[in-house]
């Protein structure tokens, strides 16, 4: 963090007398001294993390009435989830500008958790995908969308390409492991690279 820096005029400790015998108060800023205003400056990390909530903010929404988990807008009127963020075939999705809209299920894959809405994005961005490979050590973001605006935590790879078991128990490969921290209602939330595009989708 930059230090503000500030020059003063040199102060008398005496009475110093001009000649017209006043004196001269102490502390007088001379003509030519000029006030300095610190304006705040971010950090290289705090720069990323702005920069991530730039790009993958707006396409980032709640699902559910009371936005229960996390979804991303992937293209128009299209909204990628997981399943199990669905109680039946509609839901309520929660943008960032404070409106909600009616979504429809149109495709849905139970084997991997995923779940495709259609929906009335209007002009919301859809997130980018990221061309490049994760690895370990990885820095990732998960962006999350609640009633109280966004969240986003910070992490790193831990394994880019592991199996866990999906919801029927069959084994889904080439999961990210990653240490960002998914508090509850992250499900369905996109694991994001530092340039704020997709490199997946979280289940919780």
């Known amino acids: 963090m930059n230090e503000e820096a500030t020059q003063n005029a040199d102060q008398s400790k005496g009475a110093d ?19 300095t205003v610190a304006s705040p400056q971010l950090s290289p990390s705090e720069m990323v993390a702005a920069a991530v909530l730039d790009a993958a903010g707006g396409a980032t929404v709640g699902i559910g009435r009371d936005s229960r988990g996390v979804g991303v807008v992937v293209a128009p009127n299209r909204v990628l989830t997981n399943a199990h963020n669905l109680r039946d075939r509609t839901t309520t999705v929660n943008f960032g ?14 084997l991997r958790d995923l779940v495709v809405l259609d929906v009335p994005t209007g002009d919301v961005a859809p997130i980018r995908w990221s061309d490049r490979a994760v690895r ?26 592991r199996s866990i078991r999906g919801p029927q128990g ?19 939330s996109v694991l994001l690279d530092e340039l704020g595009e997709a490199v997946g989708l979280n289940t919780h």
Do not use: C, M, W
């Open 17 to 35: 007398q001009s000649k017209g015998g006043a004196k001269k108060p102490s502390g007088a800023k001379r003509p030519s001294e000029k006030e």
């Open 97 to 110: 500008t404070g409106h909600s809209e009616p979504a429809t299920l149109i495709a849905v894959d139970q």
């Open 136 to 161: 370990y050590g990885t820095t990732v973001f998960v962006a999350v969308r609640t009633p109280s605006g966004i969240r986003l935590t910070r992490g790193e790879v831990s394994n880019p390409s």
């Open 170 to 188: 069959r084994p889904i490969d080439s999961v990210i492991e990653h240490t960002a921290p998914l508090a509850k209602g992250s499900s369905g």
